[in-house]
Every structure is written in C-alpha cells, then in structure tokens.
C-alpha cells in the first residue's frame, strides 16, 4: 500500500480460519482493502471458509497440527496466547489485528504500528460462566477454568497495552474496551455489501432467522415465540443445535439447512421481518435484511442497538424470553414500515463506508 510516496509493509492476523462468520467477512473485507497482504492465523481449514480464502497469502502456527483442533477449537483455548508469538512482524510497517480471540498479543518492534480491529475482547476470558452456560458446559468446568481465567485476564490486559490504536465494531464493544482495557477507541462498523440485496415489494410471508445454529444465538426463542403464536418461520443455518431445535418446533417452522450467497437475497426478500434473538457485538445479518427493505425484530442489547430504531427499521424485545419475543411480534404488526427508508439507512453501512473510514484511519495513524 502507498502512503504518499512511500509503499507500506503491512501484515493481517486473524485468531482462527476453520468457520465462516461476520469475522471472517472483515478479514476479506480487509483484503481487498490491502490485496496481495500476507495473513497470519493459528488454525486454517480451506474447506469452512470459502473459497475466496484460497487465493490469499495464509500462513499457520504450529497449533494448526493439533489433534480435531479445525473441529473444535476451543478446547485449545489455553493454547493460543502462546500461538502467535512464533510470528515475526519486526519487517513490517503496519499490522491488522482482528481479533475476537487471541491475536492482538503478537509481538511488534517499535517501527511497526499495531491497529486492532476489535470484534470484542476476548468472551471466553471476561465473560466466563455466561459462555460456559450458553455452551452447556458442565458446571464442574466453570470450578476447573477459573483461576486459569484469572492469569488470562492478565495475559489479555497486557497483550492490549501492545496495541497502539483499537477500532471497535459497534458501541457495545467500544464500552468493553473502555471497561476492561482501559483504553480509547474509534467506532467502525464492519462492511455489508448492500448491493447484493434489493429493495422487496410487498410484506412477505414470513419470518426469518438466518445464523449459525448453536446455543448462544439463543434461536430456540425464535423457534417457541413462533411455534405458539403459530406464525410461519423459516431458519436458514446449520449447527450443533439443530436437533434439540427441531424438538421444539412446530409445523410451521422450517428448517432450510445452509443457504447459498447465491440464494439469500431472494429468501431476504420474502419474509416479513427478519428476527434476531441474540446478544451480538454487532451483526451483519440484520443489516442484510435492511438492505432489502425487511426490518428486523431483536433483542434490545449489543451490537443491535446502533441500527434497530422502534417503529423505524424494526422493533425491539426488552428481555431474551419467549413471552418477550412472542409481545414483539405481536407488536411488530402493529407499525407500518418504509421499506425504502430502511434500505437507505443500512446503505449507511455499505462496504464503501467501510473502505473509506479505513483507508483514513490509517492515514492519519501512519502521519
């Protein structure tokens, strides 16, 4: 990369690359920003991540030979402080942390500037228990991780005090960096590629949730609000929940499995309202759904409040309970939406926002 005249060294890292998520969409968001830029991670599993990721410079650790590590690799979570510093950034200019995790620990020299691009301090670290219940650990490994949490929380703070500038996804996690880092950041919220989706006509028939299907995603309130209320709800996602949530459906819940990029903005298109029971850092999904038009009912927490407004681009619940959720959909119909108004204000979250508001960032960190 050019800056003024002279051309920039720069590096990317990333905590892992065996899933595809809002994460991993920034790293390829990044990389079109800094093309040809090599990016480091611990793990990588070309077959979860796309095939876009194959065309990139990646580099792994030594972590990426461990045993079921791409299938689970949380088990390793003791692991990864210890990972990136194998990684030699002494040769370059500037350094890309994404982190969720564990990245932002790498080792600079003091030429190199280090941006974290935060999508949240790391959860398994600050927020222990509420991860372990939402995963449905056993209470007996809550006794067992404390007091190593207590010497991660040291490692992270530490690993955070390298960092020379944070940017944070959404408010939510620039109050997390405020709270636990002690530290000041700039808001950025992550790219959505709008284009991809067009203005709906009409209502819709249904409802969607479109995510990964594991447990913290809390979609089995989706799933009861709308087997009660006996509304048509279409799931789009795979995961490890998938069974007990099929339990709990009625007929009028449909599970589509995984659905292509080619395929969602046709099944964004249809539906009514897209739901969205989670407390996320941020969320592109919902902003997807904007995007085309269909406003978004969500819990009233995280990253869903710098972009659900009440009546305006959606509405949302006050508590993560199926009677809440039931309340809100019942509410929902109640509003009348613009769909084209909703759609010009998720194009404030364009990808070329993003690009601009990084290309900037950097500039004025560099000079």
Request: glycine share 6%; hydrophobic share 40%; net charge negative.
């Amino acid at each position: 990369m050019y800056l003024g005249q002279t051309i920039m060294r720069i590096a990317m890292v990333h905590d892992w690359l065996n899933q595809r998520g809002g994460a991993e969409d920034v790293l390829n968001a990044l990389n079109d920003i800094f093309p040809s830029t090599p990016i480091y991670t611990s793990i990588y599993e070309p077959k979860q991540v796309g095939p876009e990721f194959q065309k990139m410079d990646i580099h792994v650790s030594w972590a990426d030979k461990l045993p079921r590590i791409h299938v689970k690799h949380q088990l390793y979570l003791l692991v990864y402080p210890f990972v990136f510093n194998q990684f030699d950034f002494s040769d370059y200019d500037l350094v890309f942390s994404n982190k969720s995790g564990f990245c932002h620990g790498i080792r600079t020299s003091a030429d190199t500037t280090h941006i974290c691009y935060c999508l949240t301090p790391t959860r398994y670290v600050w927020d222990l228990e509420s991860y372990l219940e939402q995963e449905r650990f056993h209470p007996f490994m809550s006794l067992l991780l404390k007091p190593l949490v207590k010497l991660m929380q040291k490692w992270d703070r530490k690993a955070a005090d390298g960092v020379d500038y944070f940017i944070a996804i959404s408010t939510e996690v620039q109050k997390r960096i405020s709270r636990i880092y002690e530290r000041k950041s700039v808001i950025i919220f992550p790219p959505v590629d709008t284009n991809r989706f067009v203005l709906a006509e009409g209502q819709g028939s249904y409802f969607l949730v479109v995510s990964r299907l594991i447990p913290y995603k809390r979609i089995d309130l989706a799933v009861e609000a709308c087997t009660k209320l006996g509304v048509p709800l279409k799931i789009a996602g795979e995961g490890r929940d998938r069974d007990r949530l099929e339990d709990l459906a009625g007929d009028n819940v449909e599970f589509l499995g995984r659905v292509s990029d080619e395929d969602l903005p046709t099944l964004m298109a249809g539906c009514k309202a897209l739901l969205f029971p989670g407390l996320e850092d941020f969320g592109i999904t919902p902003l997807q759904a904007m995007a085309s038009g269909r406003p978004v009912i969500a819990f009233a927490g995280g990253g869903a409040l710098d972009y659900v407004r009440e009546g305006e681009t959606g509405n949302l619940i006050s508590h993560q309970t199926v009677d809440a959720f039931m309340e809100g959909i019942d509410r929902f119909g109640s509003y009348k939406f613009n769909y084209l108004s909703i759609r010009q204000f998720a194009l404030k979250f364009d990808q070329s926002v993003f690009e601009h508001k990084i290309r900037e960032f950097v500039a004025t960190a560099m000079t």
